[in-house]
């Protein structure tokens, strides 16, 4: 399938639209290489993609806010039907 996109280069940046972004699957951190084909022309690829277990260590380091738990929590009340 191909994907077409047309983006802006703006202050030393090249933004990747969200629809190449999604096809190409990409993440936080993936390292991409860019293949300069001829003045007019470049190829970019993906050379190394972040492992899940990265970007779980790194969504681990800073949890979303789940709330409180309202009083205390004993052990006991945790296993009270068990026998």
Do not use: C, F
């Not at 399938?1 to 202050?11: D, G, I, L, P, S």
């Not at 949890?63 to 068990?82: C, F, T």
């Amino acid at each position: 399938m191909r994907v077409e996109a047309e983006t802006t280069y703006h202050r030393d940046k090249i933004y990747v639209p969200r629809e190449v972004r999604e096809r190409l699957r990409l993440r936080d951190g993936d390292r991409i290489w860019i293949e300069i084909l001829n003045e007019d022309e470049a190829r970019l690829v993906i050379v190394q993609r972040v492992e899940a277990s990265k970007r779980l260590l790194k969504r681990l380091q800073s949890p979303p806010d789940l709330g409180r738990v309202m009083g205390e929590l004993r052990r006991e009340a945790l296993y009270e039907d068990i026998d």
